[in-house]
């Protein structure tokens, strides 16, 4: 980043809208939003076959199957510490190189708190199903949305949200608010428990796959504004 002096002389309006322009053009210059999408998509993306090869289903001769997605439990929670530690070390390289400081480590911290959330929850849920199985049917709305909110891919969209606070990022805000309305609204849900084996673990392949494209298509659209903003082509 490169700052012009301008003399403001004895006017301290002009002093004072000077220093909330740079201060604005600071702010802009540590935003590495379309960094941390990307390293969240890609990170929701691989994490797809875990789910896949790892969950295990069991059906009994009557039909009626249940099933375990262990492999979420063991990829996710290292799989977002390590994301959280690369969108660190992506922004706080990105902040030195332009000689500026970085806000990043409340975000880190809130990405952990949800990490732990999240562990907990479906943690809790490994040890309450086997002895208490769902009932048979579409399960109640409300405990669809609150099981997305406890996903991974819902306390993504939470993490998000103090990334937009910390860079005052109305866009972020924004766009955090649809990723969030189409997790918890907007994707199919997978009622009752679908057919067994290959089938089921598409009804849970499918909403990751939309949710790593939207992830995607974030970075990109943030990539571009940031180079529009800087000039380039």
Do not use: K
């Not at 740079?22 to 994490?47: C, K, N, P, Y």
């Not at 990334?163 to 608010?177: D, G, K, Q, Y």
């Amino acid at each position: 980043m490169t700052t012009e002096s301008i003399p403001a002389g004895d006017d301290p309006r002009r002093l004072l809208s000077d220093v909330r322009t740079l201060a604005h053009r600071v702010r802009l210059d540590q935003r590495m939003t379309w960094a941390a999408l990307l390293v969240l998509a890609a990170v929701t993306l691989i994490g797809i076959p875990f789910d896949w090869f790892g969950m295990r289903v069991r059906c009994d001769p009557s039909g009626a199957c249940t099933f375990a997605r262990r492999g979420v439990l063991y990829y996710w929670p290292p799989a977002l510490l390590v994301a959280y530690a690369a969108i660190a070390f992506w922004y706080v390289r990105a902040a030195r190189a332009r000689g500026l400081g970085s806000r990043v480590l409340s975000y880190v911290i809130s990405g952990g708190v949800t990490t732990v959330l999240f562990t907990a929850a479906w943690g809790a849920a490994a040890l309450y199903f086997p002895s208490h199985p769902a009932p048979d049917g579409p399960l109640p709305y409300w405990w669809l949305v609150l099981d997305r909110l406890f996903s991974p891919w819902g306390m993504l969209g939470i993490a998000l949200l103090v990334l937009a606070r910390l860079e005052r990022n109305v866009a972020l805000l924004l766009f955090t608010v649809g990723y969030l309305v189409t997790v918890l609204f907007i994707l199919p849900t997978n009622e009752g428990w679908g057919p067994p084996h290959w089938g089921l673990r598409v009804q849970f392949a499918l909403p990751q796959v939309a949710v790593g494209l939207l992830l995607l298509l974030g970075a990109a659209g943030f990539a571009a504004a940031g180079r529009r903003r800087r000039g380039r082509p």
